[in-house]
């Protein structure tokens, strides 16, 4: 049995400033999202729940830093991975929401999955695509293990579609649904596939 365990990061400096925030504009974890991490560490530590062979996160400094805040609860060397990144936002990275909306008023829509956050971003489409191709490619190349990966909301929420086989082009109800800063999110894969 392969067992992944998605980690979603704690509160994002960006998300208390109200920033689109892809690798550019991403600034780390807030206040609050340290000490998220560092509750979620002390549980780990406490419950030793999650015994784990691969330790990964996106290379997002939000991601990152919750991953290395949990990492003595992990015991294992930290690998980046930049296929994990959450929905990469193009030429708004970086920007503040009101302004986002003010420049890029006709991207960005529910009713349209194929349009891209901002120029140079990705659509919805294309981003459970590589979100879906990550999470192959991990489970396979570490089938049998126990995976910790430290991501983002979007990858999680991609995570269902994927392992439940629902269809990408169309943006689902699932994507309604919010993923809580540090929340554990359990897979289990069986060795069939």
Known sequence: MTHLYIIRHGQAQS???ERVAGIK???GLSELGVEQATRLRERLLATKEIKAD???A???PRARQ???IIAPAIGLPLLLDEEVQELRPGEADGLRVQEYQERYPRYWSDTNPFTELSPGGESWPEFVLRASRSLERITTEYAGKTIVLVCHGGIIQSSFLYFFGS???VTPAVIEFETKNTS???WERGNFY
Do not use: K
Request: overall charge negative; cysteine-free.
């Open 54 to 56: 691969i330790f990964i």
């Open 25 to 27: 504009g991403d600034t």
């Open 66 to 68: 919750t991953a290395e």
């Open 167 to 169: 269809p990408i082009v």
């Open 15 to 17: 998300a208390v400033e």
């Open 58 to 60: 996106s290379n997002i």
């Open 184 to 186: 554990i999110t359990h």
